[in-house]
């Protein structure tokens, strides 16, 4: 039965995250036919709205309002619900990235509906729509479906692929104005750590590092690595809590959890909890001196050495194969 969907876009310096595409092909599978509307929030960011109809919306909305220049959870939720009122959808889609795990549970309480987060694939099981999503940290899935109310899911970054460009798509875009008051929380500006690189949640592929690269400049042959791949370099809770990186760089079951196309584990010896955030990798290679390293049952490649030595070994190769030499 065909739905009209709406997708939730987000906006992260000025440009729309990769899973906002992602989330639209989502929209367009569970719309069976019928309509995807983007919704767009922040401040004058209609210019946005057409990469949303290029990626297969069939329609934007925007709602412009100086209250939403940064995330905050009662400005975006006022200015959202607000859409939902006008636009009445059988389903909503988001990202189940920092800012949709803080915003999707308080819409569903206000939408009195049930909320399936963590998404990783939507099937069709004739009309009913199915939502795939893992659980005990990867280890087994489940398969969920509403049966009544709002279709209301939240898709995990890099799982879902978006829909092919087509930049002749035209779809009308709106611009409507929100009532947006009693704010409990105001963000005046935002200083950011700049880290530089690929954002790690979205990337398609991963350096990371453990207890082994030693110390902090152990990183650096893993950053020339991840920038020759145009990768995201990520690290182990042993070398964040050892100094080695920041925390924004964990990966693990308390830190952030990845599904890039390939993954590269550096002196990662493969604690439990590491695997919880990157098992779902769709290549993993380990590199690490300790042949009975836990990472290696993880892996579809396993290197037996010295990081330090089998790592700039990588580099060289890949340069002369991706021929990138002028970029040393």
Known sequence: MAKKVLVIAEVRNGELRQVSYEAIAAGQKIADGGEVVGVILGEKV????NSLIHYGADRVV?????S???YTTDAFQQAILKVIDLENPQGIILGHTAQGKDLSPRLAIKLNTGLISDVIAVEKNGEEDV??????????FE?????????FAAIRPNNINSLKKDESRTGEV??????IKDLRTMVKDVVRKVTGGVDLSEAKVIVSGGRGVKKKDGFEPLKELADLLGGAVGASRGACDAGYCDY???IGQTGKVVTPELYIACGISGAIQHLAGMSNSKVIVAINKDPEAPIFKAADYGIVGDLFEIVPILTEELKK????????
């Open 46 to 49: 209609d210019g946005l709205a």
């Open 62 to 66: 925007v709602v412009n309002h100086s």
């Open 68 to 70: 939403l220049k940064y």
């Open 131 to 140: 939502f795939i999503r893992p659980i005990y940290s990867g280890k087994a």
């Open 143 to 151: 398969r969920k479906k509403i049966k009544k109310g709002i279709i």
């Open 174 to 179: 709106s611009i409507i104005s929100a009532d």
């Open 248 to 250: 924004s760089l964990q």
């Open 321 to 328: 194969v991706l021929k990138v030499e002028e970029l040393v």
